[in-house]
């Protein structure tokens, strides 16, 4: 004769673990955050990238092999020298933030500008 085995209900697999109440918003610890918080930013303030956050907005860049090679193998040096895990997204989005940020400090006299004129 066949057993059934008796499943736990959705009830009893997501119910609370503990007794204890949850702690009054004033006094729950500070959520740790990826990006630091927007303050009173100045427009003398350099632009930051966006870091670890949800994006809306996608865009899609063809690289060659020997491009994702040369990414991947950056974010493996920060991995392994600097204890940084970070995505290639990040690594590229951070990378584009230091460009763009030279272009606007440097204008023509910027890496940027110099090497799409020797194009």
């Known amino acids: 004769m ?34 630091a918080d927007d303050t009173e930013a100045t427009e003398a303030a350099p632009k930051r990238p966006s870091g670890r956050v949800r994006h809306d907005e996608k865009m ?12 991947e193998h950056a974010r493996l040096t920060l991995r392994r020298h600097h204890g940084l895990a970070v995505d290639r997204g990040r690594l590229v989005r951070e990378a584009l933030a230091l460009v763009l940020a ?18």
């Open 2 to 35: 066949a057993r059934r085995v008796s499943m736990p209900a959705a009830d009893d697999l997501f119910r609370p673990t503990t007794d204890t109440e949850q702690p009054a918003p004033e006094q729950r610890p500070r959520r740790v955050r990826a990006v």
């Open 60 to 71: 899609t860049v063809y690289v060659t092999e020997d491009e994702l090679l040369d990414i």
């Open 102 to 119: 030279d272009l606007e400090a440097q204008g023509v006299d910027s890496p940027l500008v110099q090497r799409l004129l020797d194009e």
